[in-house]
T-cell receptor, first 113, second 113 residues
Framework: NAGVTQTPKFRILKIGQSMTLQCTQD?????MYWYRQDPGMGLKLIYY???????DKGEVPNGYNVSRSTTEDFPLRLELAAPSQTSVYFC????????????FGSGTRLTVV | AQSVTQPDIHITVSEGASLELRCNYS??????LFWYVQSPGQGLQLLLK??????LVHGIKGFEAEFKRSQSSFNLRKPSVHWSDAAEYFC???????????FGAGTRLTVKP
């Protein structure tokens, strides 16, 4: 059982470039989330989805976009990379409400130079 | 929105000693409370959670936490720390009517031999 899989694990982008962070889960979870983790700041919610075709903004959505065409996949898109987006990005999923705890992926470390 | 504070950035304990990591939350009603652990280079793993009922909850790896409504706290404890417990620990709070889990800034635990 793979759980939540994130790719790539590491990436260096130049300012202004675009990229998509991939997230796939094989647990048939309805709820999926994207967080960013910055040193000393904990995790901040970027976007979340409660099911295929439904997404909503979290605490820090600016500069990002998401889509949810299937239950399994929840990609995060950066359109014009900026140094402020240098961070570690985590995807997570959960099956139901109430939330019984998230399953996290292993993260993508992104550096924008 | 709900929020969570972890007052201790870094704690060092000796192997075999007891451990208590502090967590204080802010929320108008009874929240959902969680503790996660993150090993270096890894995603977060759920240690335990509190929804309702018994205020002392037990989790994996011998950890427990106690919900104290009067103090708005959810401190994590372990009677005897092992060297493998060295990691970063995050407290998290979620409201019972939203999809926004808020994380504390984390407490890094160092275990001395």
């Amino acid at each position: 059982n793979a759980g939540v899989t994130q790719t790539p694990k590491f990436r260096i982008l130049k300012i202004g470039q675009s990229m998509t962070l991939q997230c796939t889960q094989d647990m048939n979870h309805n709820y999926m989330y994207w967080y960013r983790q910055d040193p000393g700041m904990g995790l901040k919610l970027i976007y979340y989805s409660v099911g295929a075709g439904i997404t909503d903004k979290g605490e820090v959505p600016n500069g990002y976009n998401v889509s949810r065409s299937t239950t399994e996949d929840f990609p995060l898109r950066l359109e014009l990379a900026a140094p402020s987006q240098t961070s570690v990005y985590f995807c997570a999923s959960s099956p139901t409400r109430p939330n019984y705890g998230y399953t996290f992926g292993s993260g993508t470390r992104l550096t924008v130079v | 929105a709900q929020s969570v504070t972890q007052p201790d950035i870094h704690i060092t304990v000796s192997e075999g000693a007891s451990l208590e990591l502090r967590c204080n939350y802010s929320y108008g009603a009874t929240p959902y409370l969680f503790w996660y652990v993150q090993s270096p280079g890894q995603g977060l793993q759920l240690l335990l959670k509190y929804f309702s009922g018994d205020t002392l909850v037990h989790g994996i790896k011998g950890f427990e936490a106690e919900f104290k409504r009067s103090q708005s706290s959810f401190n994590l404890r372990k009677p005897s720390v092992h060297w493998s417990d060295a990691a970063e620990y995050f407290c998290a709070v979620e409201g019972n009517n939203n999809n926004d889990m808020r994380f504390g800034a984390g407490t890094r635990l160092t275990v001395k031999p």
